[in-house]
C-alpha cells in the first residue's frame, strides 16, 4: 500500500506531468478561441455540416469549457501544482529560516564577487561598527563566531524565494475558482419583446429550461442602425420583479450588464420579431391621397368586394430594401399579388388596383431583444486568484535574493575578506556588491568620528581596489 501511494505521489510531484498539463491547457484554449463557444445547434450545424457537427458535439468541442475532460484537466493541474508545492516548499522554509553564517574558506575563495578590506583598529571594534552600520542598508546582520575566525552574515531579497510559489498558489485559486463557476453557475438565453415577461432561461448547455428566483420584465427595446444598415447601439429597459413588485430596473446596453445577487443579464443579441404595422398611401382622381395604417392581413375594402391586405414584408428585398407583398381580394378569395418598394414606389407600384395607386410609406417594425443570463459563483476566486497571481510575480521578477559574508579571521592582520553570490541577475548584483564594498571601506576609514580606528596598515599597500 505505502509503494502505491509513493508512485502516485511521484506521479503527482513529476514537472513532466505539469509541463504535459499547461500544453493541454493551452492547446484547449486555442481551440476555444478557433470554434466559437455556446452558439446555437443551427448556426454549427450551418457552417460545418451536420456529420462534422455531431463529431465535434461527441467531444464538447462547442462547450468545451464545461466539459468533463476539461474539468478532469483542471483537476489534475491542481493536485500536481499542490503535491509539487508541498514537494519542494519544506526545503525552502529551511533554506530561508536557517541560512547558511558561516561557510568554508575555499567556498568564499570561489565567489566571483570577493574584495579584500584592511581595517588598522582592533578586531572587536570593527564587528561591532559593522553590525551597527550595515544596519542601515540591510535588516538584521548576524555575527557568529568559529575556531577559523568571525562571520557577518547579509542578506536581502529573502521573500523572492516564495515567489513562485504564490504564484502556483495564485493558479490553485483561479482554476478552483473556474470549476466552483462550472460546477455551481449557469450560462442561459432568453428573448424577449417589448412588455414580455418571464422567470424561466434556457441553459446553452443542455438546452434546459432553469428557472430563476426573479421574473424578467422587458419594459422596452431600442435599436439604432447607421445608414448602411448596421446596427449602431441596441439597448434594453429591464425591471426584475419578485411577488409582482419590482425589485431592480436598469437600462442594459452591450457593456453595462444589470446584476443581482449574483445572476447577470447582458445585453447579447436583438432579432426581429416582424413589422406590427404599415404605414402607406391610397391615390386616385377622384378621392386624392388617404394615409392608411394597416396590420399583416388586415383587409381594407376599396371598391365593392374588392379589398386589400398586407400579406408579407421584408426588411432588404434582393438589395432594394423594404418591401412589402400586397394581395388583392374579391370577397374572401385572394385574386393577385403585387410587391412595392419603399425607396422606389415607381418600380411595381405603376399598377393600379380599381383606379387606386399604392405608395408603401413605413413599416413599423418590432424587435425582440436577446438577453445572456449568468451566474458565476467562481468569478470571486478568478478575481482573487488574479491579485495573488500579480504578487507572486512581482515577488519573482522584480526581487532576488542575494547573500554577502564577512570573514574577520581569527588571527587578524589587519584584512578581512567580504564576499557575496546572488542566486539570479548577476549583473545587477555586481554593481550593488561594489557599492556595498565602498560603504564598508567607508566603516573602516579613520575618518569616522567616535571608531576605535587607525590609517590602514603598510600591508594594504601595493593592492588595487583592495582586491588580491
Known amino acids: 500500500m505505502d509503494k502505491v501511494l509513493d508512485r502516485i505521489w511521484r506521479f503527482f510531484s513529476s514537472v513532466k506531468l505539469a509541463i504535459v498539463l499547461i500544453i493541454s491547457i493551452v492547446a484547449t484554449a486555442i481551440i476555444g478561441t478557433v470554434i466559437q463557444q455556446g452558439l446555437p445547434v443551427e448556426t454549427y450545424v450551418r457552417h460545418y455540416g451536420a456529420s462534422t457537427y455531431r463529431l465535434l458535439h461527441f467531444f464538447d468541442l462547442f462547450d468545451m469549457y464545461h466539459s468533463w475532460w476539461f474539468e478532469l484537466l483542471l483537476i489534475l493541474f491542481i493536485v500536481n501544482v499542490t503535491v509539487c508545492t508541498l514537494e519542494r516548499l519544506p526545503a525552502i522554509f529551511k533554506m530561508v529560516s536557517k541560512p547558511k553564517l558561516k561557510i568554508p574558506m575555499e567556498k568564499i575563495n570561489a565567489f566571483k564577487e570577493r574584495q579584500t578590506v584592511s581595517y588598522g583598529g582592533r578586531k572587536e571594534a570593527l564587528i561591532a561598527s559593522l553590525v551597527d552600520r550595515l544596519k542601515e542598508s540591510y535588516r538584521r546582520p548576524v555575527h557568529t563566531s568559529s575556531e577559523e575566525g568571525d562571520f557577518i552574515y547579509l542578506e536581502k531579497g529573502r521573500i523572492a524565494r516564495f515567489g513562485p510559489y504564490v504564484t502556483h498558489l495564485s493558479l490553485i485559486i483561479i482554476f478552483i475558482g473556474v470549476l466552483v463557476g462550472s460546477f455551481l453557475g449557469f450560462d442561459a438565453y432568453v428573448n424577449l419583446s417589448p412588455g414580455d415577461a418571464t422567470d424561466i432561461v434556457r441553459t446553452t448547455r443542455g438546452n434546459q429550461d432553469l428557472t430563476l428566483p426573479f421574473t424578467i420584465k422587458c419594459n422596452d427595446f431600442h435599436i439604432e442602425f447607421y445608414d448602411s444598415g448596421i446596427p449602431k447601439a441596441y439597448k434594453s429597459d429591464l425591471s426584475l420583479l419578485r411577488d409582482n413588485r419590482q ?18 443579464i447582458y445585453q447579447a443579441s436583438y432579432g426581429q420579431a416582424g413589422a406590427s404595422d404599415f404605414s402607406i398611401v391610397l391615390t386616385s382622381s377622384n378621392d386624392g391621397e388617404e394615409d392608411l395604417s394597416l396590420a399583416r392581413n388586415q383587409l381594407f375594402p376599396l371598391k365593392g368586394d374588392i379589398s386589400i391586405a398586407v400579406l408579407d414584408y421584408s426588411r432588404n428585398y434582393q438589395g432594394f430594401g423594404p418591401t412589402i407583398l400586397v394581395g388583392v381580394y374579391k370577397g374572401q378569395k385572394l385574386q393577385s399579388t403585387s410587391i412595392y418598394l419603399e425607396k422606389y414606389p415607381d418600380f411595381h407600384g405603376a399598377e393600379k388596383i380599381e383606379g387606386y395607386g399604392i405608395r408603401f410609406i413605413k413599416a413599423h417594425e418590432s424587435y425582440y431583444t436577446g438577453l445572456q443570463v449568468a451566474k458565476d459563483p467562481g468569478a470571486p476566486y478568478v478575481a482573487g486568484g488574479a491579485i495573488v497571481l500579480i504578487i507572486g510575480l512581482l515577488m519573482s521578477f522584480f526581487s532576488y535574493r542575494r547573500r ?31 557599492k556595498l564594498v565602498g560603504s564598508i571601506r567607508e566603516i573602516c576609514s579613520p575618518t569616522v568620528e567616535g571608531k576605535d580606528t587607525v590609517p590602514p596598515s603598510p600591508s594594504d599597500k601595493g593592492t588595487k581596489d583592495g582586491r588580491r
Do not use: C, H, M
Request: glycine share 6%; proline share 4%.
Open 247 to 264: 425589485i431592480a430596473r436598469k437600462v442594459i446596453d452591450v457593456n453595462q450588464p444589470l446584476t443581482y445577487r449574483g445572476i447577470t
Open 404 to 434: 554577502v559574508w564577512l570573514f574577520i579571521p581569527e588571527k587578524f592582520d589587519g584584512t578581512f575578506t567580504v564576499a557575496g553570490v546572488a542566486d539570479r541577475n548577476k549583473y545587477s548584483f555586481e554593481f550593488e556588491f561594489e
